[in-house]
């Protein structure tokens, strides 16, 4: 049965060279095209917003699995997401590289940490199937099975 645990809300005007802001304040932003496509310095873009909440996501997802083995996290351990904003035709799509480093742990310990990761994550449930995402660990592609990315909450 499904749990509603938390309901974000912000609004946006203006579009992609407009003004964001959440509910609560906190995000109170002027929005632009990326500077590399002709857009203003200064203001942020929804890929960055959006790479910013998914490698927070991912590290709060590895922080509980290794929680639930018994291990910590070493507080210098990262994820960056890059965000790829693409045209494909007369569309436009989004594609994302999570890129790890645990920093204690062994590279096969970190793959598994991933893996389960990205099956718990609310970001990778919420994209797979929907949006290329390529998982790496310091920088090394991690093989990703088909069944690995297909899937809801459910198949934990």
């Not at 594609?95 to 790890?100: G, P, Q, T």
């Not at 893996?115 to 310091?138: D, F, W």
């Not at 990703?144 to 198949?155: K, L």
Request: hydrophobic letters at 35%; one cysteine or more.
């Amino acid at each position: 049965m499904k749990k509603n645990l938390y309901t974000a809300d912000a609004s946006a005007v203006g579009g992609r060279s407009g003004h964001v802001r959440s509910a609560t304040g906190i995000i109170d932003l002027d929005m632009s095209v990326p500077e590399g496509l002709g857009g203003k310095k200064g203001a942020t873009n929804p890929e960055e917003l959006f790479a910013a909440g998914y490698a927070s996501c991912f590290q709060q997802a590895l922080l509980v699995i290794a929680q639930k083995a018994g291990d910590r996290l070493d507080n210098e351990s990262s994820v960056k997401c890059s965000v790829t904003l693409f045209q494909e035709g007369e569309g436009y799509g989004l594609s994302a590289i999570l890129d790890v480093d645990l920093k204690k742990f062994d590279e096969a310990k970190t793959i598994d940490m991933v893996r389960q990761a990205h099956k718990i994550c609310p970001y990778s449930v919420g994209t797979r199937g929907n949006m290329e995402v390529e998982l790496r660990v310091m920088g090394k592609p991690v093989p990703v099975e088909a069944e690995e990315n297909i899937g809801v909450a459910e198949h934990k």
